[in-house]
């Protein structure tokens, strides 16, 4: 059972998702920067794991406060929200983490709480908010695993599994386990996902840990594998979902979703509610995070690509709802049009 | 001027296109049989230039007979024949110079020449090939030119530049070539193509060396650049192309091009008629060649993927001719339908 992020009496204990799948190391973090540091430098991703973390971070940040004054202490903690806010642009999940456990703080400020009730509060929020997470995914991995038929093949983008989330199911993943829990026989197929490789490092390892039948292939293979028939289903996370269902997520997936309309094979987006974001009515509103070139142009130390070539380097791309067959979150399945569908689900 | 492979009177002089963009080595190849480990290993790649590359290797291979029998010396011409024609299955130029060269043999000893002249003619017939390869290029530079609008920006997968030819031109990039020297102001977005890397290796290195812009992205990238308004033209190499249109190119070409229909996008193929099989009717009947998962795994000794993992390494795939906007060859500019006018070239 993977859970890459935990709250413990020492700090945040965080599993370094940067040196899988050669080298398991848990990281130990001891304040709120910390934790920034490991959401902006991908210690930690995925859009549910970057929340869960942004509220451990700023439970952390409140606890380590060592001031008397409650002025200064929520000046503290809206310094740390900022700080966090700031880590990574894309994933909603991170500003609705944030928003919550600074709600949870004006809510115990207007009780009359004493600033160290307030802290022990934010460490029990934020340990809600990780709990709620996992219960989210095994409801999604219900609804999903129901979607997908027997014998059949998943393929699947980046990674939106346990390592992407709160841990244990997953979302895409959680889908395929769900199924499995079911008794279902499926076998995945990974995109290795350039240039950070979360399909050939994490899905692949999170599989192999779990004894479910995983293919890696490259990212301009999967046109391939559908041409020859070897997809019966796609199956992806999401870093932010638009009002009107327009999906954003790891560079690469408008491709897949193209491609699976083209072999009409159904494309699956899986997320908890808390990656729907109704303030964004359509997915041109997305923030599309650009990241280091040296991501693209070097592995490690060994450089792929000559000396001071121009790369563009966006992390994410937008699938359009029309391309999108079902959003499958812990209240149901979610289909066209999905600004309805969507919104009745936010207010079952 | 790029010039990937030449004949010299000490060998076959070649260009290690492995190590590049770092290092620019050149290899000296003695015997037939280390031109076929360079054809198999990629130090040479690339549908024209691995048929040139098999003509110097039959004329070397000749060259180093030491017998005087001309039966023995048939026999040796065959078996360096079947030798280079087991080094790679897609590219159908490396079949067509092997044919050829074994045609002038068959001739020349009909003719009654000794062993040194039959040496002789095959190396002249192996040069002339590399000649008539520059001379393709040049002319396809010139018919593709005309396709592409100034100022615009032309998206190519792999590398179909001079390092994939006999050189100077190259297919793909002969034809941005060819719009420049027309006094056009183009860009290309090369595509990294995993996993050999040959947009970012080569493709980048090569254009950077002619002074045209060039911007690099990964694979899973190109459908955000076209969404995007990015790009104006796909063009790309073949290493076969059927009778009725269907291409067999770089893993991955196939994406493109459902992406670029997808867009509105003019999708060209550019390739010399020794690319174009006529006896295989449909890209169903193109051998698509598997390569070592280490290529997908491994990048040099780094780890990429658990240990034991399944991996798919198609090294090819195919897009069917009703993606295919044109097919540039050196006879000129064909449309669909592909069976009556790449038949018709021929017959030019």
């Given at each position: 059972m993977i859970i890459p992020v935990e709250w413990t009496d020492e700090g945040v204990k965080m599993l370094d998702q940067r040196l899988l799948?050669?080298?398991?190391?848990?990281?130990?973090?001891?304040?709120?920067?910390?934790?920034?540091?490991?959401?902006?430098?991908?210690?930690?991703?995925?859009?549910?794991?970057?929340?869960?973390?942004?509220?451990?971070?700023?439970?952390?940040?409140?606890?380590?406060?060592?001031?008397?004054?409650?002025?200064?202490?929520?000046?503290?903690?809206?310094f740390v929200s900022q700080t966090l806010a700031k880590t990574r642009p894309t994933a909603v999940n991170l500003f609705w983490a944030i928003d919550r456990m600074n709600r949870t703080f004006q809510t115990a400020k207007a009780d009359g709480k004493s600033i160290s009730e307030i802290k022990q509060i934010l460490i029990e929020d934020s340990k809600a908010i990780h709990e709620e997470d996992i219960e989210s995914q095994r409801l999604i991995a219900k609804f999903g695993g129901e979607l997908l038929a027997d014998n059949s093949t998943v393929l699947t983008h980046c990674n939106a599994g346990a390592l992407a989330t709160g841990g244990v199911w997953g979302t895409a993943l959680g889908v395929v386990r769900g199924a499995v829990a079911d008794g279902k026989s499926i076998s995945v197929i990974a995109d290795e996902t350039r240039p950070y490789l979360q399909g050939a490092r994490l899905t692949a390892w999170e599989l192999l840990q779990d004894d479910i039948p995983v293919t890696l292939i490259t990212d301009n293979m999967s046109g391939h594998v559908m041409k020859k028939g070897r997809v019966q289903a796609v199956v992806v996370g999401s870093d932010r979902i638009a009002a009107n269902g327009d999906v954003a997520n790891k560079i690469g997936t408008y491709m897949v979703a193209v491609l699976a309309k083209q072999h009409n094979i159904p494309f699956y987006v899986a997320a908890p509610l808390s990656t729907v974001d109704l303030n964004c009515p359509t997915g041109e509103e997305i923030p599309i995070e650009e990241r280091n070139i040296r991501e693209i142009t070097h592995v490690r130390d060994i450089q792929l690509a000559p000396e001071g070539i121009d790369v563009s380097n966006y992390a994410f791309d937008v699938t359009p709802n029309d391309l999108v067959t079902a959003i499958i979150t812990e209240k149901g399945v979610a289909r066209a049009p999905y600004s309805e569908s969507l919104r009745k689900q936010f207010e079952e």
């Open positions: 799948p050669t080298e398991e190391k848990w990281l130990m973090l001891k304040t709120y920067k910390e934790v920034a540091d490991s959401i902006t430098d991908m210690v930690v991703r995925g859009a549910p794991a970057i929340g869960v973390s942004a509220a451990y971070g700023v439970a952390l940040g409140a606890q380590n406060f060592v001031g008397t004054n409650m002025a200064d202490f929520e000046e503290e903690i809206d």
